[in-house]
């Protein structure tokens, strides 16, 4: 799972309470993004960050936000979790080398559910 | 019309198969493409990657890139039962830029 890790696994919350996830990786990369992953959309883009507080927005971003006060560590925060955001949301990392380009690595994915 | 189209399946071959898992897609200025794997309730895991036209091989496994027709395949040797997944293709820029990704392709290989 190349050193990524999320948490919680799995979480279930009531409309309109924040919530906040977390992405911990061990492998020094500098690129880390949040993807949520729904039926018949497949992965799309939330957030990305290409440095230490340096974030910006996917094309799915609203109702989300992010922090990234550490390198290993990501945080994906619903201000106030509706319905819609019912998904499985993943972190990925990566570090562009090889004529700047480096594939995504996932880790294992947070399923939320909100009620 | 979606950048990256992708048959969602489901795909059932018999144990030894060929399987051909293929996708299209509208922007002829992609330069990388990328087929990952996913396991039930897993993280999509990275099989391999192509710099623009071409064949590239690992194992069982074959990616082929045709730029010309914006199509790109998977082709996986002798099928095994633990090959049974959903199979993404993606597609990006290159560098830091946004990855598109296919809807995946639901692959059941019977024993």
């Known amino acids: 799972d190349a050193g990524i890790t999320q948490s919680p696994r799995h979480k279930v919350t009531e409309t309109g309470t924040p919530v906040t996830l977390r992405c911990h990786q061990t492998e020094n990369h500098r690129y880390m993004y949040w993807y949520r992953q729904d039926p018949g959309h497949g992965l799309r883009l939330i957030h990305y960050s290409y440095g230490v507080k340096d974030t910006d927005k996917g094309e799915v971003s609203d109702g989300y936000s992010v922090s990234r006060s550490k390198t290993e560590d990501f945080l994906l925060t619903l201000e106030s979790a509706t319905s819609s955001q019912t998904s499985v949301y993943f972190c990925?990392?990566?570090?562009?080398?090889?004529?700047?380009?480096?594939?995504?690595?996932f880790g294992n994915g947070t399923r939320l559910t909100v009620t | 019309q979606k950048e990256v189209e992708q048959d969602p399946g489901p795909l059932s071959v018999p144990e030894g198969a060929i399987v051909s898992l293929n996708c299209t897609y509208s922007?002829?200025?992609?330069?990388?493409f990328m087929w990952y794997r996913q396991y039930s309730r897993k993280g999509p895991e990275l099989l391999m990657y192509?710099?623009?036209?071409g064949n590239k091989e690992d194992g069982r496994f074959t990616a082929q890139v045709d730029k010309s027709s914006k199509y790109i395949s998977l082709f996986i040797r002798d099928s095994q039962p633990s090959d049974s997944a959903t199979y993404l293709c993606?597609?990006?820029?290159?560098?830091?830029?946004?990855?598109?990704f296919g809807i995946g392709t639901k692959l059941q290989v019977i024993p």
């Open positions: 922007n002829s200025a992609f330069q990388y």
């Open positions: 993606a597609m990006s820029f290159g560098g830091y830029q946004k990855v598109t």
């Open positions: 990925a990392i990566s570090d562009p080398v090889d004529r700047g380009f480096s594939p995504l690595h």
């Open positions: 192509t710099y623009s036209s």
